[in-house]
């Protein structure tokens, strides 16, 4: 990784990109990876894509997805607290005493999810809280000063917390999940052009919005650009860490590789298309099994139209949907490699049918 590469990886990692609400994100994006592409399309929820060779007869996708989980304003109390709901699969165990950042037409607001001091509560009775407890404090005494602020019901809020770097192994942070994923393809267009690869076939690189609540973003960009394949990427759990279950979540890494996933919307024979350019390339991989759906964008691109075939190249991440989500870096690099290789492997005339 270049110096410009990591300032756009803290730079995008860094701004909020709420579902929905990605816009600002998407920018940052598209500005690192004009110089990478030919053209690029944008749709009218915010799917950005960078297409590199275009009008081919043959299309590939290589997909990650932009949107954070976050909260929406959904009441303010006349003595001025603020109550939300989930824009996403939000956690409100986690929320307690976190910073939070209102994200308004005036500017963003600061302001702090509240909690009753240890003191005061019966810790005999304590629960986990549910999302109808938390509240967040701006500050204000009234309903009205909340009001002038900019605030009002759907506002949208995020977590204050940035990317940092662990024991120079991990990144650390916020919405990893899925923004990674948009640095890592964007680093596939990059070394593309930098190693004036020519490719055989149209390639699409598409971030696409809106996965948190229902692979949204996905679904409306797959009808749009039917593509012949599809390589999605995505963060899947590391399951080393306490309260975690192998026997039912299998026994993945931080720091062991990509993980390929086995499922029904997997196409085995692009499955086995990646493994052999892993095995190839030397790259170390893991292999995870899925039961209906892997519950990422691949879902969307491989039921799409008549079928798209699909794959899913996924990044572990401990700590999912927390603000210290974990990835180990040479997993972050590994997942490029094995995106970039298999795209110089193809030749652009690849029939993965099962029956012919």
């Given at each position: 990784?270049?110096?410009?590469s990591?300032?756009?990886?803290?730079?995008?990692?860094?701004?909020?990109?709420?579902?929905?609400?990605?816009?600002?994100g998407?920018?940052?994006?598209?500005?690192?990876?004009?110089?990478?592409?030919?053209?690029?399309?944008?749709?009218?929820?915010?799917?950005?894509?960078g297409?590199?060779?275009?009008?081919?007869?043959?299309?590939?996708?290589?997909?990650?997805h932009?949107?954070?989980?976050?909260w929406?304003?959904?009441?303010?109390?006349?003595?001025?607290y603020?109550?939300?709901?989930?824009?996403g699969?939000?956690?409100?165990?986690?929320?307690?005493?976190m910073?939070?950042?209102?994200?308004?037409?005036?500017?963003?607001?600061?302001?702090?999810?509240?909690?009753?001091?240890?003191?005061?509560?019966?810790?005999t009775?304590?629960?986990a809280?549910?999302?109808?407890?938390?509240f967040?404090?701006?500050?204000?005494?009234?309903?009205?000063?909340?009001l002038?602020?900019?605030?009002?019901?759907?506002?949208?809020?995020?977590?204050?917390?940035?990317?940092?770097?662990?024991?120079?192994?991990?990144?650390?942070?916020?919405?990893?999940?899925?923004?990674?994923?948009?640095?890592?393809?964007?680093?596939?267009?990059?070394?593309?052009?930098?190693?004036?690869v020519?490719?055989?076939?149209?390639?699409?690189?598409?971030?696409?919005?809106q996965?948190?609540?229902?692979?949204?973003?996905a679904?409306?960009?797959?009808?749009?650009?039917r593509?012949?394949?599809?390589?999605?990427?995505d963060?899947?759990?590391?399951?080393?860490?306490?309260?975690?279950?192998?026997?039912?979540?299998?026994?993945?890494k931080?720091?062991d590789?990509?993980?390929?996933?086995?499922?029904?919307?997997?196409?085995?024979?692009?499955?086995d298309?990646?493994?052999?350019?892993?095995?190839?390339?030397?790259?170390?991989?893991?292999?995870?099994?899925?039961?209906r759906?892997?519950?990422?964008?691949t879902?969307?691109f491989?039921?799409?139209?008549?079928?798209?075939?699909?794959?899913?190249?996924?990044?572990?991440?401990?700590y999912?949907?927390?603000?210290?989500?974990?990835v180990?870096?040479?997993?972050v690099?590994?997942?490029?490699?094995?995106?970039?290789?298999?795209l110089?492997?193809?030749?652009?005339n690849?029939d993965?049918?099962?029956?012919?």
């Amino acid at each position: 990784m270049n110096e410009t590469s990591k300032a756009f990886l803290y730079q995008y990692l860094n701004n909020a990109s709420p579902t929905g609400f990605e816009s600002s994100g998407q920018q940052i994006w598209l500005d690192y990876i004009k110089p990478y592409t030919d053209s690029y399309i944008v749709d009218t929820y915010g799917t950005a894509v960078g297409v590199i060779n275009p009008d081919q007869p043959y299309k590939v996708v290589i997909e990650a997805h932009s949107d954070e989980i976050s909260w929406f304003v959904n009441y303010i109390s006349d003595d001025g607290y603020i109550y939300v709901r989930r824009n996403g699969g939000s956690d409100a165990l986690i929320a307690p005493s976190m910073r939070v950042n209102l994200h308004t037409k005036k500017g963003v607001v600061e302001g702090v999810f509240g909690w009753p001091a240890i003191h005061v509560r019966d810790l005999t009775k304590d629960t986990a809280p549910k999302v109808t407890d938390l509240f967040i404090d701006v500050g204000a005494a009234t309903k009205d000063e909340v009001l002038d602020m900019g605030i009002h019901v759907g506002t949208v809020c995020t977590f204050v917390d940035g990317l940092t770097e662990m024991n120079n192994r991990y990144y650390v942070g916020r919405a990893l999940d899925n923004r990674m994923g948009g640095f890592m393809i964007a680093e596939v267009a990059r070394l593309l052009k930098e190693n004036n690869v020519t490719l055989p076939f149209t390639l699409y690189v598409v971030n696409a919005v809106q996965e948190e609540i229902g692979l949204r973003g996905a679904e409306m960009i797959a009808r749009r650009l039917r593509p012949d394949l599809a390589i999605c990427t995505d963060v899947t759990h590391d399951t080393q860490s306490p309260k975690y279950d192998k026997k039912e979540q299998g026994d993945l890494k931080c720091g062991d590789g990509p993980v390929l996933c086995y499922g029904p919307a997997v196409q085995n024979n692009v499955l086995d298309f990646l493994i052999d350019v892993a095995t190839t390339k030397d790259i170390a991989f893991q292999r995870q099994a899925v039961s209906r759906s892997t519950g990422t964008d691949t879902d969307a691109f491989a039921y799409a139209t008549e079928g798209i075939a699909s794959a899913l190249i996924s990044l572990p991440l401990k700590y999912m949907h927390t603000t210290v989500e974990t990835v180990h870096m040479d997993d972050v690099q590994n997942v490029i490699k094995l995106m970039y290789e298999t795209l110089l492997a193809l030749k652009g005339n690849e029939d993965f049918r099962y029956i012919k």
